[in-house]
T-cell receptor, first 112, second 111 residues
Framework: SAVISQKPSRDICQRGTSLTIQCQVD?????MFWYRQQPGQSLTLIAT?????????ESGFVIDKFPISRPNLTFSTLTVSNMSPEDSSIYLC?????????FGDGTRLSIL | GEDVEQSLFLSVREGDSSVINCTYT??????LYWYKQEPGAGLQLLTY?????DMKQDQRLTVLLNKKDKHLSLRIADTQTGDSAIYFC???????????FGTGTLLAVQP
């Protein structure tokens, strides 16, 4: 299956700042997704990253807060903007391959 | 709406079988998945079942799907301490490919 690398693996940030998370895949994939896992919770889909067009956001998530780039079929970024302590979560990217979704190890983000 | 429920906690003794249950509401699911999350780690895809199947076996793992009752289960035979983790079921929504995750079940294996 595809190997998914996320950077950074963890970070501690100050409130009001922004952080960009990178997701690199070792093969070309059509579908890439970004999820959030709040502490002690399940995963919630933020958006589908579309190659060459704007991301498709789920209800409750907006582009101004979570801008996403997808410049090619192997790479995507998620930015968490103007962070507050409520944004402290694990952010995971996933890719679809042969009908199944595989996840990176996630980025553990803490906002002080 | 889409909703996936799991029991929160399961404790078993090493060597016993574990059964983790999941109920879902969307009848248009194409695939149903089981993921494992160990502490501090990402999600590992364990197994999955296509929605027109009743059962799938993969070594120590058996997945049962009751589509009529919208009930999915994961049985782990000969449970080991290394199986201690949170297990998430997820359904794939037709035409969107997005996953709806369950609430997660914490499996604790006692030696």
């Amino acid at each position: 299956s595809a190997v998914i690398s996320q950077k950074p693996s963890r970070d501690i940030c100050q409130r009001g700042t922004s952080l960009t998370i990178q997701c690199q895949v070792d093969s070309q994939v059509t579908m890439m997704f970004w999820y959030r896992q709040q502490p002690g919770q399940s995963l919630t889909l933020i958006a589908t990253a579309n190659q060459g067009s704007e991301a498709t956001y789920e209800s409750g998530f907006v582009i101004d807060k979570f801008p996403i780039s997808r410049p090619n079929l192997t790479f995507s970024t998620l930015t968490v903007s103007n962070m507050s302590p409520e944004d402290s979560s694990i952010y995971l990217c996933s890719v679809e391959e042969a009908g199944t979704q595989h996840f990176g190890d996630g980025t553990r983000l803490s906002i002080l | 709406g889409e909703d996936v429920e799991q029991s929160l906690f399961l404790s078993v003794r090493e060597g016993d079988s574990s059964v983790i249950n999941c109920t879902y509401t969307d009848s248009s699911s194409t695939y149903l998945y089981w993921y494992k999350q160990e502490p501090g780690a990402g999600l590992q895809l364990l197994t999955y079942i296509f929605s027109n199947m009743d059962m799938k076996q993969d070594q120590r793992l058996t997945v049962l799907l009751n589509k009529k009752d919208k009930h999915l289960s994961l049985r782990i035979a000969d449970t080991q301490t290394g199986d201690s983790a949170i297990y998430f079921c997820a359904e794939s929504i037709r035409a969107t490919n997005k996953l709806i995750f369950g609430t997660g079940t914490l499996l604790a294996v006692q030696p």
